[in-house]
């Protein structure tokens, strides 16, 4: 009998005035994870085939935001890197920096769901910008304040870019709380959410790129892979923000996410290292939007870009440097941009994926 596969959300829960991360692991039809005695899913070199990614990000600092403490961030990063074969990223040579919100190193109490957001963020700044350092900043919980004082303080100790993957709902107040957001001269990406057609903060924001999701299939084209929507990236319009300048689509009288997307569909998933859960850690394979918020946000550190970049508006001008993303639906929209992949901008997929660092 055929085994099929399901996916499980890694830290769901989240009352109001909090996050949840959006990140999706891979379980058999017994609710187990997909685990494996080495590496399943998308790989560096597959990602970097896909999004015909290029050497750099020498001097760039990956920021990742996330809540709780992963005690075994470092030395899953290690195994991670060292499979693949790139460059060790340690404390001991400078290229692995992790911190509470405060910048110090009373670090909160660990998380296990919190953890694998943790290391699929890492393995995949890993994965598109070996070079590149990486600054993980721990937020005490996944309130949004918590959150969004982590987001200030990775920009205060230098990132060049700033990745986060989590959201909720929106509310009126994040108009003034998005504020947190607004650091010029640093790219900051979001993931748009795994719930499909609806708008998330902060994705929401004017401030940030916001990131929507595809299934990244190989296959026997010139480029090696097709892309459609997956159908649980969030796209929408805003309730309460603002309409950038640089948006011009009719369809959203306010903001409207996504900006740019990268693939998030757990069955196309990624291979991530994580060993601090309940079941057997090790392998295992991870969608969600998580997986493209640092995507993008490594594009980003890729270009070395970041201080000329003004909030999510570098990818409407550069449209030519990206793949359009033209089929696929993540829910009911009376079959508008707004959840259906069009050629051109749509709510799911944004402007596109990544064709090189052109866009970014």
């Excluded at 790139?86 to 290229?95: E, F, I, R, S, V």
């Excluded at 299934?215 to 805003?238: H, I, M, N, P, Q």
Aim: aromatic share 8%; hydrophobic share 35%; glycine share 14%.
């Amino acid at each position: 009998m055929a085994m099929r596969f399901l996916h499980a959300k890694v830290c769901p829960s989240a009352a109001m005035g909090e996050a949840r991360c959006h990140s999706l692991v891979r379980v058999d039809n017994t609710g187990a994870p997909l685990a494996a005695a080495g590496p399943r899913g998308y790989r560096p070199a597959d990602l970097a085939s896909a999004y015909k990614l290029t050497a750099g990000g020498a001097g760039q600092t990956i920021a990742i935001v996330d809540a709780y403490d992963d005690p075994n961030a470092e030395s899953d990063l290690a195994v991670y890197r060292s499979q693949f074969g790139l460059p060790a990223c340690t404390t001991a040579n400078g290229c692995f920096r992790k911190v509470d919100q405060s910048g110090g190193t009373t670090y909160p109490r660990a998380n296990q769901g919190w953890a694998e957001e943790i290391s699929l963020d890492l393995d995949m700044a890993s994965a598109i910008c070996p070079a590149c350092k990486i600054l993980l900043v721990e937020a005490t919980t996944n309130s949004f304040s918590n959150l969004a004082a982590g987001v200030d303080r990775a920009a205060l100790m230098g990132a060049t870019v700033i990745s986060n993957s989590y959201g909720g709902s929106e509310y009126s107040s994040e108009v003034s709380d998005q504020s947190h957001f607004n650091h010029p001269g640093i790219a900051i990406t979001v993931s748009s959410g795994d719930n499909g057609f609806g708008t998330e903060f902060p994705a929401a924001s004017q401030y940030v790129t916001a990131v929507g999701g595809t299934t990244l299939t190989k296959d026997g084209s010139s480029r090696g892979f097709t892309e459609t929507v997956w159908s649980g990236a969030g796209s929408g319009c805003s309730a309460y923000i603002a309409k950038p300048s640089w948006q011009t689509d009719a369809g959203c009288a306010r903001r409207t996410v996504a900006d740019v997307s990268a693939v998030a569909d757990p069955n196309t998933g990624v291979a991530v290292y994580d060993t601090y859960r309940l079941h057997p850690g090790g392998w295992l394979v991870f969608g969600g939007t998580s997986v493209a918020a640092p995507i993008i946000a490594s594009m980003y550190a890729l270009a070395g870009n970041g201080s000329s970049v003004n909030y999510g508006s570098y990818s409407y001008s550069h449209r030519t440097s990206l793949f359009d993303v033209t089929s696929g639906s993540n829910g009911s929209c009376g079959g508008s941009y707004l959840c259906t992949g069009v050629a051109g901008f749509d709510g799911p997929t944004g402007n596109g994926t990544p064709n090189g660092t052109g866009a970014f």
